[in-house]
């Protein structure tokens, strides 16, 4: 069955950090991959997808089908990427059902 | 256009109680979800309609709950009889069938059931 594993629920670093966020899925057929983030009062929303293989906010994520990972990362946080951050696979063929893992809150300290 | 909407952004209702949520889209976006989201968990796949058509339900749909998506404008979703596993953030969420085929999420009805 398809499943979606974030291990960290916190993770705290200071301003100017390197940040990982972990992901690892398991899914039989070809994965798609998607980071979505929750800004404090704000909606749920799409950060980046693996297909798009583009930056976003500083943040990049490489699909490893090897390791079966979708580490979400950025080289210097920033307070303003505190938030609650989501992995999720596409499955189910064309449509967009997701399964999202459980997040991991990402607190930038000053 | 404002994005996905939701209402009402909050219900507290008494165990027993009918309770309905309405989704409105984005308007040029024929297909529409449901999830739903407990404390600690990420969102849950509920349901999808493409149009007016409802093409799948996940098992996590009781037979309490119902979603209904009429003109294939507007959604609602009801459950009947809550209980109190019921209480929990129903998020609705929209994307077109084709193309970027990205989910664009609502801020969700929260959902207490006392």
């Known amino acids: 069955a398809q499943r979606v594993t974030q291990p960290e629920k916190l993770l705290s670093v200071f301003k100017g950090a390197p940040v990982e966020l972990k992901c690892n899925y398991s899914?039989?057929?070809?994965?798609?991959l998607f980071w979505y983030v929750q800004y404090s009062r704000q909606r749920l929303q799409l950060l980046l997808r693996h297909i798009s293989r583009e930056s976003i906010k500083g943040f990049t994520a490489d699909l490893n089908k090897g390791e079966t990972s979708f580490h979400l990362k950025k080289p210097f946080a920033q307070e303003e990427d505190s938030a609650m951050y989501y992995c999720?696979?596409?499955?189910?063929?064309?449509?967009?059902?997701?399964?999202f893992g459980t997040g991991t809150l990402l607190a930038v300290q000053p | 256009d404002t994005g996905v909407s939701q209402d009402p952004r909050h219900k507290i209702t008494k165990r027993g109680q009918n309770v309905t949520f309405r989704c409105d889209p984005i308007?040029?976006?024929?297909?529409l979800y449901w999830y739903r989201q407990t404390l600690g968990q990420g969102p849950e796949f509920l349901t999808y309609?493409?149009?007016?058509?409802?093409?799948?339900k996940s098992r996590l749909l009781s037979d309490r709950f119902s979603a209904e998506r009429p003109k294939g404008s507007f959604s609602t979703l009801e459950i009947q009889r809550t209980e109190q596993g019921d209480s929990a953030m129903y998020l609705c969420a929209s994307s077109l069938a084709v193309g970027a085929n990205v989910l664009t999420f609502g801020a969700g009805s929260r959902l207490t059931v006392l």
């Open positions: 309609f493409q149009n007016e058509a409802q093409l799948e």
């Open positions: 308007s040029e976006h024929n297909r």
């Open positions: 999720a696979l596409r499955y189910g063929g064309a449509t967009n059902k997701l399964i």
């Open positions: 899914y039989s057929g070809s994965p798609e």
